[in-house]
C-alpha cells in the first residue's frame, strides 16, 4: 500500500498568514494526488484534483503543486473559513489512501 | 442539484449486518466510479470499496470478504452491505463519487455505523 505523511499534523496560524501544507508519498504516484479540506460533524470538501488542478468554486487563494512523491498545498492568505483538517489523499493505485490530516488552527 | 444522500446507518451488535444506502440526484450512478469512504470517531479518513461503471469492484483489505458494494440502478443508488461486523468497524460511512482525475468530487453527509453489545 501506498503511505501518505503529512506534515505538520497541525499548524497554529493568524488570519492573512501564508500557510504550506506538505505530503509525501512513500512511492511515486505521478501527479495522482487530490486535497481535501473537512470542518468538524462535515463531510471532506474537494480542494485540489491531479495535485494542482482547483476544484470549480474553491478560491484561488488555495493551490497545489508537486509531482512523484513531494507534494504542497498553499493557503495564501488564510481566511477565517480555512481554520479546518485538511487532507492529501492518492488515486495512482489501490488501495486508495490518504493522510492522516493536517489541523490548521488559529494562532 | 448534484448531491448524494446516505441512510441505513445505526447501532448493530458485532457480527451483525447492515445496509447502507446512497442515493444520487443530479448524475447517474451508473456511469460513474463510486467510491465508500469511513472514518472512525476522531480518526482519519480511509478508502473502504469501491464500483466501477463496468461493474468491477474493488475492497480494502480490512473489510475484503465482509462487506459488498453494489448499485441499483433504477433507483440510482450506490449500497454498501456490511456483514460480520466489528468494533473497529465503527464509523462515520461516506459515499462519493470517483476517482476521477484521482479525486472524489462530490460527497454525501454521510452516516454513523456503531458496533456494539
Known amino acids: 500500500d501506498i503511505q501518505l505523511t503529512q506534515s505538520p499534523s497541525s499548524v497554529s496560524a493568524s488570519v492573512g498568514d501564508r500557510v504550506t501544507i506538505t505530503c509525501r508519498a512513500s512511492?511515486?504516484?505521478?501527479?495522482?494526488l487530490a486535497w481535501y479540506q473537512q470542518k468538524p460533524g462535515k463531510a471532506p470538501k474537494l480542494l485540489i484534483y491531479?495535485?494542482?488542478s482547483l476544484q470549480s468554486a474553491v478560491p484561488s487563494r488555495f493551490s497545489g503543486s508537486g509531482s512523484g512523491t513531494d507534494f504542497t498545498l498553499t493557503i495564501s492568505s488564510l481566511q477565517p473559513e480555512d481554520f479546518a483538517t485538511y487532507y492529501c489523499q492518492q488515486g495512482n493505485s489501490f488501495p486508495y489512501t490518504f493522510g492522516q490530516g493536517t489541523k490548521l488552527q488559529i494562532k | 442539484e448534484v448531491q448524494l444522500v446516505e441512510s441505513g446507518g445505526g447501532l448493530i451488535q458485532p457480527g451483525g449486518s447492515l445496509r447502507l444506502s446512497c442515493a444520487a440526484s443530479?448524475?447517474?450512478?451508473?456511469?460513474?466510479?463510486m467510491t465508500w469512504v469511513r472514518q472512525a470517531p476522531g480518526k482519519g479518513l480511509e478508502w473502504v470499496s469501491g464500483i466501477y461503471s463496468d461493474g468491477r469492484t474493488y475492497y480494502a483489505d480490512s473489510v475484503k470478504g465482509r462487506f459488498t458494494i453494489s448499485r441499483g440502478d433504477s433507483r440510482n443508488t450506490l449500497y454498501l452491505q456490511l456483514s460480520s461486523l466489528r468494533a473497529e468497524d465503527t464509523a462515520v460511512y461516506y459515499c462519493?463519487?470517483?476517482?476521477?482525475?484521482?479525486?472524489?468530487?462530490?460527497w454525501g453527509q454521510g452516516t454513523m455505523v456503531t458496533v456494539s453489545s
Open positions: 462519493a463519487r470517483g476517482p476521477w482525475m484521482s479525486a472524489f468530487d462530490i
Open positions: 512511492q511515486g504516484i505521478s501527479s495522482w
Open positions: 443530479g448524475f447517474t450512478v451508473s456511469s460513474n466510479y
Open positions: 491531479a495535485a494542482s
